[in-house]
């Protein structure tokens, strides 16, 4: 399948994240602004043992992963809650420090395509980091000159696993946008 397009990122804090059994508990989620891309990467520890000149014994295991994001705007009060970062009363948004960001979980969804039965056919599908904390990632500002350059919102998240054992859900091919919005929201408290 291929994938193209992505839409509504949102984030919201971990309230509790102690069974095993579960995925975390979330606050309210927040919207991240209107997605461009989101780019993950998987770290892994690997070893391999050889004897007898061959490899005898090899061992992959997850280690973290981070998860880039661009949006075209991040708001500032989800900046402050994403990064730990300071929203004063007057509006401004500092960033110190001494910030502290949450773990939290991120959710959006993308759309597909794939032929089933010789026939092409789209579908949508939602993909959720049940723990991941954000960083603030740079910006260029760049002037007006015979052109236009738009330069986007970013944050960059490192993901580990959750106390279930987790970093990354796929949800099953959606037929409807409206299904793969619905399970993004499922993970989280009101939205």
């Known amino acids: 399948m291929a994938f193209y397009g992505a839409k509504k990122p949102r984030w919201a804090a971990i309230q509790a994240d102690t069974d095993a059994s579960k995925y975390p508990t979330y606050g309210a989620a927040a919207s991240l602004g209107p997605l461009v891309a989101v780019t993950d990467a998987i770290s892994y520890a690997e070893a391999n043992n050889y004897g007898d000149n061959e490899l005898q014994e090899t061992a992959s295991e997850f280690q973290s992963m981070t998860v880039d994001l661009e949006v075209t705007e991040l708001p500032a009060e989800q900046s402050a809650a994403v990064f730990g970062a300071n929203l004063t009363e007057d509006g401004d948004l500092e960033f110190g420090g001494d910030d502290d960001a949450p773990w939290g979980g991120l959710a959006f969804y993308t759309n597909k395509q794939a032929k089933v039965d010789g026939v092409q056919k789209k579908f949508f ?32 998240f490192v993901g580990t696993t959750c106390a279930k054992g987790k970093h990354q859900v796929f949800s099953k091919n959606f037929d409807t946008e409206a299904e793969a919005d619905a399970w993004c929201d499922k993970w989280f408290g009101t939205t």
């Open 125 to 156: 599908q939602g993909i959720f980091y049940p723990k991941v904390k954000g960083s603030r990632q740079g910006a260029t500002y760049n002037t007006k000159g015979q052109s236009i350059t738009f330069a986007n919102g970013k944050a960059h």
